[in-house]
């Protein structure tokens, strides 16, 4: 399946190695301290200000795809917590800020039509948030080891934004 969604696809690989090029930067970011005192903030709301107020969510794009997309739906959890919340099998999902680094590092990337793989995409809201970037015309696929992950994340998506998944924007395999 996977190589039918990367056959020569030159866009989408470029794009991969941006992501990894973003993941490595936030795994630096994790490595030497970056941690935030930011506790249960109550709403999406009052999250997405709190990592504008600490300087992490800095464009319009990203605020506002954050905005629109609510941990509560993703996560059972501590939603608006900032630290990684376990979501079953082993997993977590990420840090808010996490979150908004990688869009904020991703931005420019993630334009109308772009192309995203989101491998390890757990509980499906970084997806979701690609998702909303690229636009109706974009593709994300969502790449998850573990069937019952990539059944949640569907699930969760699906109670987010059904869209996304019938306009054939974002699936998850």
């Known amino acids: 399946m996977i190589d039918t969604v990367l056959k020569d696809d ?14 490595v930067c936030l795994m630096l ?3 030497f301290g970056h941690r935030w005192a930011m ?4 709403s999406q709301r009052r ?7 600490r300087g992490i969510l800095k464009s319009e794009r990203v605020i506002f795809t954050m905005l629109a997309t609510d941990r509560a739906l993703y996560t059972d959890r501590s939603p608006y917590t900032d630290a990684p919340q376990p979501i079953g099998h082993k997993a977590t999902i990420s840090a808010p800020h996490m979150h908004a680094y990688t869009l904020e590092l991703l931005a420019d990337k993630l334009t109308d039509g772009a192309s995203i793989l989101d491998v390890g995409s ?8 690609f998702a909303r970037m690229v636009g109706s015309t974009g593709r994300v696929v969502g790449v ?3 069937w019952r992950l990539v059944q949640r994340s569907t699930e969760n ?3 987010d934004d059904p869209n996304l998944l019938s306009n054939g924007c974002l699936r998850f395999v």
């Open 47 to 53: 999250l997405v200000e709190q990592l504008q107020k």
């Open 39 to 42: 506790h249960g903030s109550g």
């Open 157 to 159: 998506v699906r109670r």
């Open 144 to 146: 998850e080891h573990l």
């Open 10 to 23: 030159w866009e989408l690989k470029q794009t991969i190695a941006l992501g990894t090029v973003a993941v």
């Open 122 to 129: 757990g509980s499906g809201f970084l997806t979701a948030c």
């Open 29 to 31: 970011c994790g490595l």
